[in-house]
């Protein structure tokens, strides 16, 4: 039997009613949203959150996906508070909220594992977020249980690379398993999340499966953005064949096709490269050796034209490739050896 949506989202905003989770396939320690009896946040909370998401949507419109830090931690002014977005610990609670607004995950350092892995439940391909410490009672933890209980939404953000973040909003909490320490986590479309109280509410596998998918898609964005931002940190923002510095010219490209393109992004099988070396690098006219020596194809080598086939082509067979300082982010040679393979086919093919 399924439970009607209650109004737990509705103080003192228009046409707010938060669809929630009354999950019943619970089993075992997993707990997953339950009936909430108790109060919900108050209205001010409420708007400090819609505030945020505000906030968020006007950040992302001139900066891109990609947030600083310092702008996150600085945050904005609610009727003359300023409410921070995030903190020195992954689940944040600004001081004029009564639930967390945000979890974080950080950075990764490359060739170490995350400290707090975020993960994916590969059974439903929702996020999961690792409890702070062990303590399932700890203050942050309980916090993000009561957020789960409430079904209020929060905000996720994904450290790409040191300083720089992605976000997503809103998010919502859906299940908790204190065995592994860890929460799931789902993240919805703002307007079908909020839609009007007056609205029939939409029956919950609907919400369960938007949910899923919109995640998803925002994996697969995660993945692509912290792919370009690593790539091109690790080369600090020069082209690995001509040294351009122009990052509006730049990309990352793969040297083997992406085996995990919602996984975890290896630096290492990347190649920041301008838009013609990629281009070139792409329709094998050009390859780079395991022992990161640059090949021009030979047609491509006799041919005679203007300056910018001389220089831009021509000139940098038999050079080396610029690499990372750090060994870690240096391109894999395994990598490398299989597509040069394709290099030199296509080489002998033209
Ligand atoms: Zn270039």
């Keep these: 039997m399924r439970e009607r949506h209650e109004r737990l989202w509705d103080g003192g905003y228009p046409a707010a009613s938060w669809p929630r989770r009354t999950d019943k396939r ?22 400090v959150r819609l505030a945020a998401f505000d906030f968020l949507d006007r950040q992302r419109q001139v ?4 947030l600083r830090r310092d702008v ?22 600004p001081a004029i909220c009564e639930l967390p607004l945000s979890i974080t995950t950080v950075p990764p350092i490359e060739g170490r594992p995350r400290p707090y892995e975020d993960e994916v439940d590969p059974a439903t391909g929702l996020l999961r977020y690792r409890y702070r410490g062990s303590d399932q009672d700890h203050r942050d933890n309980t916090g993000l249980r009561d957020a789960m209980r409430q079904q209020v939404p929060l905000v ?8 720089r973040y992605m976000a997503s909003w809103p998010v919502f909490i859906v299940g908790d398993d204190p065995t592994t320490l860890t ?44 792919f370009r931002e690593r790539v091109l940190d690790a080369y600090r923002q020069h ?60 047609d491509v ?15 940098f067979h038999g050079q080396p490739m610029l690499l990372p300082t750090r060994e870690v982010l240096q391109p894999d040679r395994r990598c490398l050896e299989q597509r040069y393979e394709l290099f030199r086919r296509a080489s002998s093919n033209a």
């Design 156 to 163: 996720y953000f994904h450290g790409i690379v040191p300083g």
């Design 63 to 66: 900066h891109g996906d990609t």
């Design 239 to 298: 082209c690995a064949i001509c040294r351009l510095r122009h990052q509006e010219l730049l990309e990352a490209a793969h040297i083997v096709a992406d085996s995990d393109p919602e996984g975890e992004p290896k630096v290492t099988n990347g190649l920041a490269l301008c838009k013609l070396h990629h281009a070139a690098f792409d329709c094998h006219i050009l390859g780079v050796r395991p022992d990161y020596v640059v090949e021009v194809r030979g």
């Design 26 to 47: 619970s089993g075992g320690s997993v707990e997953t949203v339950r009936a909430y009896h108790g109060p919900a946040v108050g209205a001010r909370d409420q708007r």
């Design 72 to 93: 996150l931690a600085a945050g904005f002014d609610f009727e003359g508070t300023r409410v921070p977005l995030l903190g020195p610990q992954g689940i944040f609670k």
């Design 301 to 315: 080598l006799e041919e005679i034209d203007g300056p910018m086939l001389k220089h831009g082509l021509q000139g």
């Design 183 to 226: 929460f799931t986590v789902a993240v919805d479309d703002r307007q079908l999340a909020m839609s009007p109280a007056t609205h029939e509410p939409e029956p919950e596998p609907e919400t369960d499966i938007r949910r899923r998918y919109i995640t998803r898609q925002v994996r697969q964005r995660l993945h692509q953005q912290a």
